[in-house]
């Protein structure tokens, strides 16, 4: 199961040399663990149009944020999670240290230094999945994604802190500001199954069930 962000009318997503973040709380399942999983991604891994987003390498299990400058992918790589449990994953990018950060259950765990404009690939925004083109995906998460967001600057060490809240969390929509509306599809869900968008806290119309994304 993947949520499917189109790409039309989304500007929020094109980073460019601009400050951004983004991040999630996530847990995993046996069934994942030693496998390429992307919980969150935009691109075309089969054209190297090379993705920017979250994933876990295959074999070792390390954590990793991709960011594609100039067509170059760039991985800011933190440490291997093979536990079952929930954890609260933040990727920052601060151009003003030259800097993208990792951060894992409220404390940063690897920084890259890059410069540049992050590529911009006009495709979808998928969360749970990797985009192959076409409308294809792979390298699915096996498990459970929630309270994703996006930033259009970088979060502060403290936000990241209170959000990870020692594990008991924090209301993202405390960090909000004016909702947006989203435009998405799901793929792999039955008839009976729902998705419910929120975003800044607030739930859109129209939309129903269990997973929230916030930009």
Do not use: F
């Given at each position: 199961?993947?949520?499917s962000i189109a790409d039309s009318g989304h500007s929020d997503f094109e980073f460019g040399s601009n400050d951004f973040s983004f991040g999630c709380w996530v847990k995993r399942t046996s069934a994942g663990i030693n496998t390429d999983e992307w919980f969150m991604?935009?691109?075309d891994a089969t054209s190297w149009d090379a993705p920017w987003g979250l994933h876990f390498f295959p074999g070792n299990n390390q954590i990793s944020v991709r960011t594609n400058i100039g067509g170059t992918p760039h991985e800011t790589t933190g440490p291997a999670i093979t536990d079952l449990n929930w954890h609260h994953?933040?990727?920052v990018r601060d151009?003003?240290?030259g800097k993208v950060r990792l951060y894992v259950d409220g404390a940063q765990v690897a920084t890259t230094d890059v410069a540049g404009a992050v590529s911009n690939p006009v495709r979808?925004?998928?969360l749970g999945a990797l985009p192959l083109?076409?409308?294809?995906?792979?390298?699915?998460?096996?498990?459970?994604?929630?309270?994703f967001a996006f930033w259009s600057r970088a979060v502060s060490p403290e936000e990241v802190g209170a959000l990870w809240n020692g594990g008991d969390g924090k209301k993202i929509s405390d960090f909000q500001g004016p909702a947006i509306?989203?435009?998405y599809a799901?793929?792999?869900?039955?008839?009976d199954d729902k998705v419910m968008v929120f975003t800044d806290g607030e739930l859109l119309p129209s939309t129903f069930g269990p997973h929230t994304v916030y930009v």
């Open positions: 199961e993947y949520v991604a935009r691109g994953v933040i990727a151009t003003s240290a979808p925004l998928l083109g076409g409308g294809a995906s792979g390298s699915s998460l096996n498990g459970t994604l929630d309270e509306q989203l435009e799901v793929a792999g869900l039955s008839a």
